[in-house]
């Protein structure tokens, strides 16, 4: 079999205090990288005929709505695959990440950021 990528941990500072993310590289982000994906267009299908009515009747709010919380859902899902500690006082765990990303959603925006950045400069080399 052959050898896992390492799952190198990057910090990422916010408010004075650091998150730990998986590379961009290794296996677990790459694996959450693509059931995002795979979900998304899942979504994209799941969601396709109440985009159709909306269209038809020129009203997005639902279809809007629908979509926005699905895929916040599915962010914090990703989120949660990715930061694996921190350096606040509370302990690192499942529910104090989730309860962390639910009651700070604009962090995930950093945190993709930052991500996106790292794996812009590995495939640049």
Known sequence: SFPTRRSSDLPVTIFGEWLNVRGPQCDESLQASR?????????EDELKPLKEEAEAKGNFFEYNTTHQ?????????????????????????????????TGWPEIMDQVYEFH???????EAK
């Open 69 to 101: 919380d699905a895929v916040k859902e599915m962010n914090i899902a990703y989120m949660m695959e990715i930061i694996t500690g921190w350096s606040m006082d509370n302990e690192f765990n499942k529910d104090s990440l989730l309860e962390f990303l």
């Open 116 to 122: 996106h950045s790292i794996k812009a400069e590995l």
């Open 35 to 43: 059931e995002y994906n795979r979900l998304l267009y899942a979504l």
